[in-house]
Structures are given as C-alpha cells and as structure tokens.
C-alpha cells in the first residue's frame, strides 16, 4: 500500500502541475492519504509566485519515497523518458504559453510599456500631435527588434537590428513623424527601412507609404514582417534611397532615417509643392535634423536640433 500510496504522490505532482497551469483544481485520490493531502494543499498557497521550486521539491519528495529497487529500475531503463517528462513537467509548471494564455498576458505587458512610454518619453517631451502618440502607442516595437531585445524595446534609447543598422529610439521616431505634419492624405517616401517601425508608423498616419532599403537582407525581414503585421499600404523597394524612388513621384512628404552629407538634390526635385524633408544631415559641429518646404520654386529650412544616426548608405549627393 505505502508503494501504491507514493506512486500516486509522483503521478500526483503531475497532475497538479497541470492543474495549477489550467487553474483547476483535482480532488484527493483515494489512494493517497488525507495528511499527505492537506500538507500538499496547505502548502500551493504559500507557493503560488514559485510554483517550480514547489512542484520540484515535491516530485523529489515523492521520488525518495518510493522504495529503492523501483528506484534503481526507473533510473537504469527510463532516465531519458525522465528527463523529457520532467522537462514537460517543469514548463506546465511555469505557466510556460502552451495554449497562447502566457503569449496574452506577456502581449498585455508590451502595451502597458507603449502607453508608459508614450506618456513619458513622447508627450513629457513635447510630442504633441494626437495622431502620432496613437500611432506610437499601437504599433508594436518589439516585434521589430531582435528577439533578444525584445524586453529592451520600448526603452529611450536606440536599438541595434543587424548589419550595423539600428532602430531609432521611440522620441526621435516620434519627433520626425510629427515633423512631417500628416494629415491622413498623403503619399509619403521613407529612405531607410531598416527594420520596418518607422514605416509602420507613418502607415498609420499616410495613405500610402513606400520605403526604400538600400540592404536586401534588411528590406525582405521588413517587408515580410509588416505584410504579416497588416501594414498593407507600405511598399518596400530595394534601392539606393539618396536617388529616392522616381516611380511614386512626387511625394507629399519624405523622411531620410539615416545621416546624408548633404541634402540630396534627388529628393528635392521629388518632392511635392508644399510638400515637406525631414533629414538628418552632417553639419561643421554635428548632425542636425532638418525640415525642408517646397513653396513657389524655393526651399525653406529650418533646424530641429542636433542628432546622431548611422549614415546614409548610397549617398550620391
């Protein structure tokens, strides 16, 4: 009967793991006894923020109960059936996302990190448009980083994303969105796609979007992540983005997420009557993030402080 009794209590550590997955709860076997029992459920509550550790110290327990012949015929035959079972055990036991639940609730923590990152790095910071802190707030950073990354993508600062390319960080996404002034209307051209994020943005603030990667690597990761995300008004062409992209001239507004030399005079001739640059470009003293208008035949500049992004790849100029 003690065989029968603590055979049980393993199979049981089992099933209760499952259980504590699925937040069920199973009654006491018949087999087991009523003390053994209530330890076992006096002690779920005081262990509920490490079920692992619990589970784990009473598989073991179960284990050394067990009588020593079964024992050594478990270890010698079946170690590796073991060892996967207890790998199964171990990822139900820390609510590994088998069934999408941990996936949702890890999902609900990326937002709560927009929303804290829009209010405390975007509007603190003078980001006032309404269109671009939505934007911002529901496009997905994290899903255009590298997947170590992940827990670091709505941080204030920039992120690597291979090929010595990185994403910009959230204020200055934001600060060249709302330089561009858009309205909801508007064919936009993005030089630079790198990981795809501006574009996303701009997707949910023009009608149409069309990017330029001079990286082929770069520019099919993107594409194929903002077709799969439903960016559907976005096109990613591989090209050298300092020539822009005659094919969908003129443009309403264009932005260059990578330091040009200068402003290239590509661009310019693409560019639309009222329309608006943002670019930023090596100056004496550093990188300075413009914004240029086209009126009447004549170009405007103003300066929207200083910056620092990789270069312009391809810049003919």
């Known amino acids: 009967m003690q065989f029968i009794a603590n055979s049980s209590l393993l199979l049981l550590a089992l099933r209760e793991s499952w259980n504590n997955w699925t937040g069920e709860r199973a009654a006491r076997p018949v087999s087991v006894p009523q003390e053994k029992w209530s330890a076992l459920q006096s002690t779920q509550g005081r262990c509920v923020h490490y079920p692992t550790i619990h589970?784990?110290?009473?598989?073991?327990?179960?284990?050394?109960?067990?009588?020593?012949?079964?024992?050594?015929?478990?270890?010698?035959?079946?170690?590796?059936?073991?060892?996967?079972?207890y790998v199964v055990f171990l990822s139900l036991s820390c609510g590994c996302p088998i069934n999408g639940?941990?996936?949702?609730?890890?999902?609900?923590?990326?937002?709560?990190?927009?929303?804290?990152?829009?209010?405390?790095?975007?509007?603190?910071?003078?980001?006032h448009d309404e269109r671009v802190l939505q934007a911002m707030a529901e496009v997905p950073r994290h899903l255009f980083v590298p997947l170590s990354l992940r827990l670091h993508a709505y941080e204030d600062s920039p992120l690597p994303i291979g090929q010595e390319q990185t994403i910009s960080q959230p204020y200055i996404v934001a600060l060249m969105s709302q330089s561009l002034e858009l309205t909801g209307t508007e064919v936009v051209l993005e030089v630079g796609t790198g990981s795809g994020y501006q574009a996303a943005v701009l997707s949910c603030?023009?009608?149409?979007?069309?990017?330029?990667?001079?990286?082929?690597?770069?520019?099919?990761?993107a594409q194929s992540r903002l077709q799969a995300l439903g960016y559907s008004n976005v096109t990613v062409i591989v090209g050298d983005g300092s020539q822009g992209w005659l094919a969908g001239a003129p443009y309403d507004a264009i932005i260059v997420t990578a330091a040009a030399q200068r402003i290239p005079p590509a661009l310019l001739n693409q560019l639309a009557e009222g329309g608006r640059l943002v670019l930023p470009v090596e100056l004496p003293d550093g990188q300075h993030l413009l914004r240029l208008?086209?009126?009447?035949?004549?170009?405007?500049?103003?300066?929207?402080?200083?910056?620092?992004f990789v270069p312009l790849l391809g810049d003919r100029s």
């Open 101 to 127: 639940a941990g996936g949702e609730a890890q999902e609900g923590n990326f937002t709560a990190l927009r929303v804290q990152m829009v209010e405390q790095q975007l509007r603190q910071r003078g980001i």
């Open 293 to 308: 208008r086209k009126w009447g035949g004549k170009v405007t500049r103003e300066d929207l402080g200083m910056v620092q």
């Open 55 to 85: 589970y784990t110290l009473f598989f073991m327990r179960a284990m050394l109960e067990l009588p020593l012949v079964f024992r050594q015929v478990c270890s010698a035959l079946f170690r590796w059936r073991f060892f996967l079972l």
């Open 205 to 221: 603030l023009a009608r149409r979007v069309y990017s330029i990667e001079i990286l082929p690597e770069l520019a099919g990761t």
